[in-house]
């Protein structure tokens, strides 16, 4: 994710928690902003003090960034995401942490949906 795609200025934060929609599960809040005059998605992300110490809040910073440059093909591109992460971000490894965010983002509708396959 190239640093172009980051939200850094409050007053585009400010803008999305104005104008978005939120969706939440038990890690993280993503709040979602269309714009029509961009090309490519945005992200946000917020990590209190209270989750832990520095070296634990880049760590989520950094597993919420991976997980979204792995779905960033299938997400809208005119979009700007804040992601809030909650409490429980804490206790999550890589792959927990990009199932919880496949999961807030399918209830957003901004993944498509799973289909089951049959074996």
């Known amino acids: ?3 172009q795609q980051r939200i850094k200025k409050n007053e585009d934060f400010q803008q999305v928690f104005k104008h978005g929609t939120s969706f939440a599960n038990r890690q993280f809040v993503v709040y979602i ?5 961009q090309t490519e998605l945005r992200l946000g992300l917020s990590v209190s ?3 832990g110490n520095a070296v634990k809040r880049n760590e989520i910073k950094r597993y919420v960034r991976q997980a979204i440059f792995e779905l960033q093909s ?10 809030i992460a909650r409490a429980g971000a804490t206790d999550l490894n890589f792959h927990e942490t990009k199932k919880s965010l496949q999961h807030i983002l399918r209830i957003a509708k901004c993944l498509p949906k799973v289909r089951n396959e049959v074996k």
């Open 1 to 3: 994710m190239r640093k």
């Open 74 to 83: 299938e997400l809208k591109a005119n979009v700007d995401y804040v992601i």
């Open 33 to 37: 902003y269309p714009k029509k005059n």
């Open 49 to 51: 003090k209270k989750l």
